[in-house]
């Protein structure tokens, strides 16, 4: 997280799963300004993010069974975000559920990995997702 935090400050990283605690650690040591995309994020769902940190989107599904088994890990910051969302007030914080039906069948993703399921959900995603970077880069 350190050596992230002093070599890509000013990047926005996709992070998924476990990765989502390194991205908040390098985040918490000044990293990422623009902001993060975390993709069924394995986090506390009421971890606070840093006030230099101005957007932060987390994808979640209802059936990502092992981020909801994450929270009852003691003494680490792994969580149920990947399963409900972020718990926040945080305008900076955004929940977008992959599983709802505002989008595309194919595309809606069920599971812990589900955005990488098929071809029409990775292209999908991968569309959608690349939207928000270009947006947070400026």
């Known amino acids: 997280a350190v050596q992230l935090a002093k070599r890509f400050g000013d990047c926005v990283p996709l992070a998924h799963s476990n990765g ?3 991205v908040h650690r390098a985040a918490m040591l000044g990293a990422f300004e623009q902001g993060v995309i975390l993709l069924n994020p394995a986090l506390d769902r009421d ?3 840093p006030a230099h940190v101005k957007k932060v989107y ?9 981020t909801k088994l994450a929270r ?5 910051k792994w969580g149920a975000s ?11 914080v955004v929940n977008v559920k992959t599983a709802a039906s505002g989008w595309p069948a194919g595309a809606r993703s069920h599971s812990h990995s ?3 399921s ?3 959900s990775q292209a999908f995603w991968a569309k959608h997702i690349e939207s928000k970077l270009r947006r947070m880069a400026g």
């Open 58 to 66: 987390v994808y979640y599904s209802s059936g990502d069974v092992p």
């Open 114 to 116: 589900g955005m990488f």
């Open 82 to 92: 990947g399963f409900a969302g972020a718990l926040t007030n945080d305008p900076r």
């Open 72 to 76: 009852y890990i003691p003494f680490v």
């Open 47 to 49: 971890i606070v993010w």
């Open 118 to 120: 098929t071809p029409m």
């Open 20 to 22: 989502a605690a390194i």
